[in-house]
């Protein structure tokens, strides 16, 4: 892998080190009604990454299956599904403005468990970087280099709010400014880890290509159902998360068409 190659997949990780650097600059804490619209800002461009960027493709892949073309998505979307079930009942972890962690018991800091449910949100964003540029790089799938960008393009884009959520609360609960950045930009690094596992996997089995990508999605929409859409809805403003969920989603529809 060249460096350019490498820069796309670290694109991802760069906007949660930007947004985690909004500790340095916003004095005080988030409020409730645009941590909302982060969240569901969030949300949209996940869920149109999930649809544009890795089922649709599958489904291409899987044409010459004829009418069983769908078992690949089909299967691959449950697997992802599952896979980030598991991490949740494994991986001790604790949402924003929530008091009760989940997973197994832990003496963790509150802190370590905060970061540790931003882990779990970047990880399938990892794995959908790495599957995709997989895809690319096998010259038959479709896939274009363009459309590499702008899905590392709309997870970087995502991924800004995403580090402002997790820094912006540390330092509210007493984690000095640097430490509250360097534990937000962190919770970012599993993404790049994450592509760089997905594509040496996905390079060894290219038939099974559109499970990867499948699994990516499911992963992806499992966070946005179960952690996103919650935070997005909660509280009197609720419809403010909506509006920004179809931000998110028609930017990042437009991303992959203009760019794809």
Not at 145 to 167: D, H, R, Y
Not at 179 to 203: D, H, M, N, Q, Y
Request: net charge negative; hydrophobic share 55%.
């Amino acid at each position: 892998m060249d460096i350019k190659s490498f820069c796309i997949l670290l694109i991802p990780f760069l906007g949660t080190v930007l947004g985690s650097a909004c500790v340095f600059f916003m004095k005080n804490g988030m409020s409730d009604r645009l941590q909302r619209s982060l969240s569901g800002f969030a949300a949209g461009v996940m869920t149109a990454a999930s649809v544009w960027s890795l089922l649709i493709p599958a489904l291409e892949q899987a044409e010459n299956m004829g009418k069983w073309s769908f078992v690949p998505a089909a299967v691959g979307f449950w697997a992802g599904i599952l896979f980030l079930l598991l991490l949740d009942r494994i991986i001790p972890h604790l949402h924003i403005n929530e008091d009760k962690a989940e997973g197994p018991k832990s003496k963790l800091q509150k802190t370590t468990m905060l970061v540790l449910a931003v882990t779990l949100h970047n990880i399938p964003e990892g794995m959908a970087v790495g599957v995709v540029f997989a895809g690319f790089l096998s010259g038959n799938s479709g896939i274009t280099a363009a459309g590499v960008l702008a899905l590392s393009l709309g997870i970087a884009i995502q991924n800004f709010p995403e580090g402002a959520i997790i820094s912006m609360p540390l330092k509210a609960e007493g984690v000095s400014r640097s430490g509250a950045f360097l534990r937000g930009a962190l919770s970012g690094i599993v993404e790049p880890i994450g592509a760089l596992i997905t594509l040496a996997a996905a390079k060894l089995v290219l038939p099974a290509l559109p499970y990867f990508l499948s699994f990516a999605a499911g992963a992806m929409l499992y966070v946005v159902v179960e952690e996103l859409i919650p935070e997005m809805s909660a509280g009197e403003h609720s419809n403010i998360g909506t509006v920004f969920f179809a931000v998110g989603f028609c930017l990042m529809m437009i991303l992959d068409v203009a760019l794809g």
